[in-house]
């Protein structure tokens, strides 16, 4: 089960850390990520770390400004996000499935979904 927090209203510009809490055993093996879905549009892929956080991947839009990092012995994967734009407000989920390239593919069919967290930055 995963358990997203830290959403909130920010103005362009600003910061917001968004952090994920997932309980079980077996959160450590899995490659974890974000995904958001803004008002009438589809969800999309933010972010994604694999297992042992060597390997990250992030949408074109989000590069340089988001960092995704985990921390397994807390069961936890956090989202930093700097210089939000107006066009970031969406609500932000995380995801976890087995496979890294699976996560970044948005094929979680296998994994999981944590409710939402809602992000709105005012211009």
């Known amino acids: 089960q995963l358990q997203a927090s830290g959403g909130g209203l920010v103005q362009a510009g600003g910061s917001l850390r968004l952090s994920c809490a997932a309980s079980?055993?077996?959160?450590?093996?899995?490659?974890t990520g974000w995904f958001r879905q803004a008002p009438g549009k589809e969800r999309a892929f933010v972010a994604a770390?694999?297992?042992?956080?060597?390997?990250?991947n992030y949408t074109d839009s989000v590069k340089g400004r988001f960092a995704i990092s985990r921390e397994n012995a807390k069961n936890t994967v956090s989202l930093q996000m700097n210089s939000l734009k107006p066009e970031d407000t969406a609500v932000y989920y995380c995801?976890?499935?087995?496979?890294?390239?699976?996560?970044?593919?948005?094929?979680?069919?296998?994994?999981?979904w944590g409710h939402g967290t809602l992000v709105t930055v005012s211009s």
């Open positions: 995801a976890a499935v087995a496979r890294f390239d699976l996560l970044v593919a948005g094929r979680v069919d296998s994994g999981y």
């Open positions: 079980g055993r077996t959160f450590s093996t899995l490659a």
């Open positions: 770390i694999n297992w042992n956080g060597l390997s990250t």
